[in-house]
T-cell receptor
Framework: GNSVTQMEGPVTLSEEAFLTINCTYT??????PFWYVQYPGEGLQLLLK?????DKGSNKGFEATYRKETTSFHLEKGSVQVSDSAVYFC????????????FGTGTRLTIIP | GAVVSQHPSRVICKSGTSVKIECRSL??????MFWYRQFPKQSLMLMAT?????????EQGVEKDKFLINHASLTLSTLTVTSAHPEDSSFYIC???????????FGPGTRLTVL
């Protein structure tokens, strides 16, 4: 089956710092990668996704490019804010039609003013 | 839009009792709902997939007689943990999909503690 490996946290950064959270995967077939974010006390929300190789997903200043050659979907943001403090999950859909997602372990991000 | 609620948010029960957790899609019809379990500092583990009006499909290693799932309508799925034991204590999360996209919308989760 598929597996997702993401950067272990917790990660603590100062406001306006550059953020990278690494995510790599192993999969068969043609998977699609996602990033979900979980703010304190809330459910997971879709942050961004990609559907084909070299696609770049972007939302709220975050970006991730689907690199098939390195089986990666690293999350980046140029200048983080305190409001970005949350847990970030990388996930993979196997596109087999059953809509199942395989999740990474999550990375807790804390931004300090 | 695409809001999913869960009830209760927290529940504490005695060993041997059963607990029901509800998952509702508030503003869309969910043809498919998923139930996950999350252990501390670990990933979400898919327990089962349920489609409205049919039996749930359980992942390998998940006991279907212990974790009863019912998806009786397009807006409601329930997970019943039967004869709960302390090892069932966990964070249970549901998600819902309308089927028209590959996006799942997640509920806020239910913290179950079995004494």
């Amino acid at each position: 089956g598929n597996s997702v490996t993401q950067m272990e946290g917790p990660v603590t950064l100062s406001e306006e710092a550059f953020l990278t959270i690494n995510c790599t995967y192993t999969a068969t077939g043609y998977p699609s990668p996602f990033w979900y974010v979980q703010y304190p006390g809330e459910g997971l929300q879709l942050l961004l996704k990609a559907t084909k190789a070299d696609d770049k997903g972007s939302n709220k200043g975050f970006e991730a490019t689907y690199r098939k050659e390195t089986t990666s979907f690293h999350l980046e943001k140029g200048s983080v804010q305190v409001s970005d403090s949350a847990v970030y999950f990388c996930a993979l859909s196997d596109n087999s039609g059953n809509e199942k997602l395989t999740f990474g372990t999550g990375t807790r991000l804390t931004i300090i003013p | 839009g695409a809001v999913v609620s869960q009830h209760p948010s927290r529940v504490i029960c005695k060993s041997g009792t059963s607990v029901k957790i509800e998952c509702r899609s508030l503003d869309f019809q969910a043809t498919t709902m998923f139930w996950y379990r999350q252990f501390p500092k670990q990933s979400l583990m898919l327990m089962a997939t349920s489609n409205e009006g049919s039996k749930a499909t359980y992942e390998q290693g998940v006991e279907k007689d212990k974790f009863l799932i019912n998806h009786a309508s397009l807006t409601l799925s329930t997970l019943t943990v039967t004869s709960a034991h302390p090892e069932d204590s966990s964070f249970y999360i549901c998600s819902a999909s309308s089927g028209s996209t590959d996006t799942q919308y997640f509920g806020p989760g239910t913290r179950l503690t079995v004494l």
